[in-house]
C-alpha cells in the first residue's frame, strides 16, 4: 500500500473520529439540558401540589400525533442509512424526501399542540402561579423543536449530497451523523412525551 493511499486513510479515519465525537458531545449536551428542565418541572410539581397550586391538564392529541410521526421520521432515516450502507445511491434521495417531509410534518403538529394549548386558556405567560405547568410544556416541546430545526437543516444538506451521489457505502460519515442525532430526537421526544403525561 503507498504512503499516499495511508495518509489518505488516516485522515478519513481522523475526519470520522472527529466530526462522530462533535456529534455524541453535542448529544450528551443536549441531554442534559432535557434532563435539567424535566428536574426543574419536578420539582416546580411537588412544590405547586403541596401549596395547591398546580394546574393539570390533558395534553393536546397533536402531540400524540407528533410521537407517531417522528417515530416513522426515524425509520425512513434508518432507511435512507441503510440504502447508503448498501450502496443504493438511487434510494437515498426518495428515502431523505420522506424523512424531510415527515420532519416538517411533525413541525407543524407540534404549531397545532400549541394552538390547542391556548384554546385551552394555557399560556406560556401564566395568569395563576399554578399554570406554571404549561410553561413547562411550551418551554420542553420548544427547546425540542428548536433541536428537530437543526436536525431538519442537516437533513436538507444530506439530500443535497445525495442528490450529486456523494452519500455511499464507502462515503457514509455524514448519513450516519444524520442517523445518530435523528434517532436522538425521536428517542428525546418519546421520553419527553411521556414524562410529561405520567408527571401531570
Not at 495511508?6 to 465525537?21: A, L
Not at 458531545?25 to 443536549?30: E, N, P, R
Not at 385551552?120 to 427547546?143: C, H, K, Q, T, W
Request: some cysteine.
Amino acid at each position: 500500500m503507498s504512503t499516499n493511499n495511508i495518509q489518505s486513510m488516516s485522515t478519513h479515519k481522523n475526519s470520522f473520529s472527529e466530526k462522530t465525537f462533535i456529534t455524541w458531545l453535542f448529544i450528551v449536551a443536549s441531554s442534559m439540558l432535557f434532563i435539567a428542565f424535566s428536574s426543574a418541572y419536578w420539582v416546580h410539581k411537588t412544590d405547586g401540589m403541596n401549596n395547591n397550586a398546580w394546574l393539570s391538564f390533558d395534553l393536546p392529541i397533536q402531540f400524540w400525533i407528533s410521537t407517531v410521526i417522528v417515530f416513522i421520521s426515524s425509520v425512513f432515516m434508518q432507511f435512507s442509512f441503510n440504502a447508503a450502507k448498501n450502496d443504493n445511491v438511487y434510494k437515498i434521495p426518495s428515502l431523505l424526501t420522506i424523512t424531510l417531509i415527515l420532519a416538517l410534518s411533525f413541525c407543524v403538529s407540534q404549531y397545532l399542540a400549541w394552538v390547542e394549548m391556548k384554546d385551552m386558556g394555557l399560556f406560556f405567560s401564566n395568569r395563576e402561579p399554578g399554570e406554571i405547568s404549561a410553561s413547562f410544556v411550551y418551554v420542553l416541546s420548544g427547546v425540542h423543536l428548536f433541536h428537530i430545526l437543526g436536525g431538519i437543516v442537516l437533513i436538507i444538506i444530506a439530500l443535497v449530497k445525495s442528490t450529486r451521489l456523494e452519500i455511499h457505502k464507502k462515503s457514509m460519515v455524514f448519513i450516519n451523523i444524520c442517523k445518530t442525532y435523528w434517532h436522538f430526537l425521536g428517542i428525546v421526544w418519546i421520553f419527553l412525551i411521556l414524562f410529561l403525561y405520567f408527571a401531570k
